[in-house]
């Protein structure tokens, strides 16, 4: 065999691998999950680079898991979509029995490595799968509460890291899952609206309103304004062991100011530039967000 057709073949399943699992969100998927896990981690619950090792090798299966039976689900509906056309599966690069077993195979491992860490961390693993493909994945045909439905799995993986990390689900866990749940808005309805064209390809009711209009813009608004408030609960004193110092809540406002003036700037233009700057904007704020929280817990 030629070594050149041999070393092509090992790219290309390597690319469609990647592409399956969508390796670039998963990986900043990961970043919550490890974000919880350094937020986490005390005394009690000391640090292990084992348990941190299985988190993310737990943790990327159980997102490409999801990924991989999304695109395997909506295979003709991805065809029509320039975005989704390419993807191996609708481009036939890849035949669907062969992604369903990839899945498969990254459920099962994905589901064990993190029961090695605690069940509890298993359980919503596998609680965040099932909604993402049995519930959420459906429903993008049916209805924009989709987006809803969507945003309980999305927004686990920042508490998943603290489950691991203590092995208890409390206050702490819970505030950091609806931080994450809220920030889910306006990100996917920013990604709703300017690739609205693309999206009503394939029927997917990904606006609250179904429009690009003032409604939906004013619900951005409103989904951020609940974003700032849970994302600064941790400074009030109510959530338990997970708590930031009066200057990480004042970068934590400033963040969420820089993040709502984009949100007002949908709603002045509403147009496709204006709510990609918003979802570009919002990416870099959950990620800061988690900086500053890791961050002001290793300098108090």
């Not at 004042?250 to 949908?266: D, E, S």
Request: with cysteine.
């Amino acid at each position: 065999m030629n070594p050149t057709t041999t070393t092509l073949s090992a790219k290309s399943i390597i690319k469609d691998f990647k592409e399956i699992t969508k390796a670039g969100l998963a990986i900043s998927v990961l970043f919550s999950s490890i974000a919880g896990y350094l937020l986490g981690f005390d005394d009690n619950n000391p640090f292990s680079w084992s348990t941190l090792i299985m988190l993310i090798v737990g943790g990327y299966c159980m997102v490409g898991a999801s990924n991989a039976f999304n695109q395997v689900i909506e295979k003709d509906l991805d065809a029509l979509m320039d975005r989704t056309k390419n993807r191996p599966v609708p481009a036939g690069r890849m035949a669907p029995n062969v992604a369903l077993f990839i899945a498969s195979l990254l459920t099962i491992i994905g589901l064990i490595l993190l029961y090695l860490i605690n069940p509890k961390t298993a359980m919503f693993g596998a609680i965040s799968i099932f909604l993402y493909t049995s519930a959420y994945t459906p429903l993008k045909t049916m209805t924009s509460l989709s987006v809803f439905v969507g945003a309980i799995p999305g927004a686990i993986p920042f508490m998943l890291g603290w489950v691991a990390a203590t092995g208890n689900f409390g206050i702490e866990a819970g505030t950091l899952f609806m931080i994450q749940f809220f920030w889910q808005f306006p990100h996917f309805w920013a990604i709703g609206w300017f690739l609205y064209e693309d999206y009503e390809k394939a029927g997917f009711f990904m606006l609250p309103t179904g429009q690009r209009d003032k409604k939906t813009a004013t619900q951005v608004i409103l989904y951020t304004l609940w974003l700032i408030v849970a994302s600064l609960l941790p400074c009030l004193g109510f959530t338990g062991q997970f708590f930031i110092s009066p200057i990480a809540a004042i970068l934590v406002f400033a963040l969420g100011i820089w993040m709502l003036i984009y949100a007002f700037k949908l709603y002045k233009d509403r147009t496709s530039k204006a709510a990609r700057a918003l979802m570009l904007v919002s990416v870099s704020y959950i990620t800061l967000l988690q900086i500053i929280y890791i961050t002001d817990k290793f300098l108090r």
